[in-house]
């Protein structure tokens, strides 16, 4: 399944790395993104900057530089140009239905619902103010409420009553990608714990998965993550067995972010990235390979003969807090005086308030040591704006 020239839909901190794993393995890489000088774009071999919602502009660039793989790494995509690209011989990572279903929560939620049967938050849909009043009173209060299509939290809240909703559909509206106004509403779970299981599905190979990655969110975005998440053996095989049933049903190869909530007895499915995920970037100082080196393993049909794990880890992101594109980065000098400590800084060219800009990295002997260091790292690296 080797291809030698894959193009990344998406270039930010994530794609960044995905493009290092594939660089390694001697592929040219194209990254392409909105916005000029993006964190991909940096390592890169080429790059093209254009709006991924305009299918013409999409069209192009493939034509351009006709690559054997696209990999899409974000939401705004023209995912309809997708279909027609694997038509015509082009792998799509995972697969072009797959990219449509997983970038629209409504398409993955009703499919993970209604067609496999896996529980789910009770949910709704709306398409204007009024109908996200209708949709909150139907699943009750408090209720979260999200984008059908956006990433890093964005336009997501949480409300407990009626007199917050025409915020909330507005908040939601801005924080939309693509064309699509449409929210989700979800009940509030009132969850123990919350989980990513990267899943990494192979063209040849069995299924793997990833030690439990536990994470906690401040906006809707992850602001800290740590492995192994603490999850009694029966409910980790549960939520093994429900990710295997809908990455299967996607089909492809690849990594899968499924996030699942653990409360009680339970395991509830919440979300799927076909990507690596924001709260794997833990993987780059909890074991051998990362989330981007198993990512790259298999589009590249390449083995994975085992995952060898480092102990007690963790990650805190590095936010800014203001609007700017003019800024520098201090204490790297104190953050890494520490031993088992990394930081990586994204290089994003500009920043806005609770953008990630980095993120530090830390093992410890315990979970708690982990992080605990890792947010001590993380604090001790500071933006200096110019």
């Known amino acids: ?41 940096q390592v890169a071999d080429e790059s093209e900057v254009i709006n991924m919602l305009d299918g013409d502009a999409l069209e192009a660039v493939v034509k351009k530089h006709q690559p054997e793989f696209i990999v899409p790494e974000i939401e705004a995509i023209r995912t309809e140009k997708l279909k027609e690209f ?27 619902a209604n067609e496999l049967g896996l529980r789910t938050a009770r949910y709704a849909y709306a398409e204007s103010s009024s109908e996200l009043e209708a949709a909150c009173r139907e699943i009750g209060f408090p209720c979260v409420i999200k984008p059908v299509m956006s990433s890093s939290g964005k336009g997501q809240s949480k409300i407990d009553n009626t007199g917050k909703i025409a915020c909330a559909w507005d908040y939601a509206c801005e924080g939309m990608r693509g064309d699509k106004s449409r929210v989700i509403v979800e009940e509030f779970v009132n969850f123990e714990l919350e989980i990513t299981l990267l899943t990494v599905k192979q063209w040849n190979s069995e299924t793997i998965f990833v030690n439990p990655v536990g994470h906690r969110q401040e906006r809707g975005d992850y602001q800290e993550s740590w492995m192994p998440a603490d999850i009694r053996p029966e409910l980790l095989e549960k939520a093994q067995t429900m990710a295997q049933k809908v990455t299967d049903r996607l089909g492809g190869a690849g990594i899968f972010g499924v996030e699942f909530f653990i409360t009680g007895d339970d395991v509830i499915f919440s979300e799927l990235s076909p990507r690596p995920h924001d709260t794997g970037m833990v993987t780059m100082i909890s074991e051998d390979l990362s989330e981007f080196e ?38 790297l000098d104190k953050a890494l ?28 002997e315990t979970i708690s040591e982990a992080r605990i260091l890792a947010k001590k790292t993380a604090a001790c690296v500071q933006l200096e704006y110019h």
Do not use: W
């Open 1 to 41: 399944m080797s291809a030698e020239k894959i193009m990344l839909l998406g270039s930010g901190e994530l794609g960044k790395e995905v493009v290092i794993s594939l660089k390694r393995y001697g592929k040219t890489v194209v990254a392409v993104d909105r916005y000029p000088n993006a964190p991909a774009m």
């Open 86 to 112: 694997e038509s015509s011989g082009t792998r799509i990572i995972p697969t072009a239905e797959a990219v449509y279903l997983t970038m629209n929560r409504d398409a993955i939620r009703d499919l993970a």
């Open 294 to 331: 198993l990512h790259a393993r298999a589009i590249l049909g390449l083995p994975i003969p085992t995952i060898d794990y480092y102990g007690p880890s963790a990650s805190a992101v590095i936010l800014a807090d203001r609007k700017s594109e003019s800024f520098s980065f201090t204490g």
């Open 337 to 364: 005086l520490a031993p088992n400590t990394a930081v990586r800084i994204f290089g994003k060219p500009s920043t806005r308030k609770y953008r990630r800009m980095g993120v530090a990295l830390a093992r410890g």
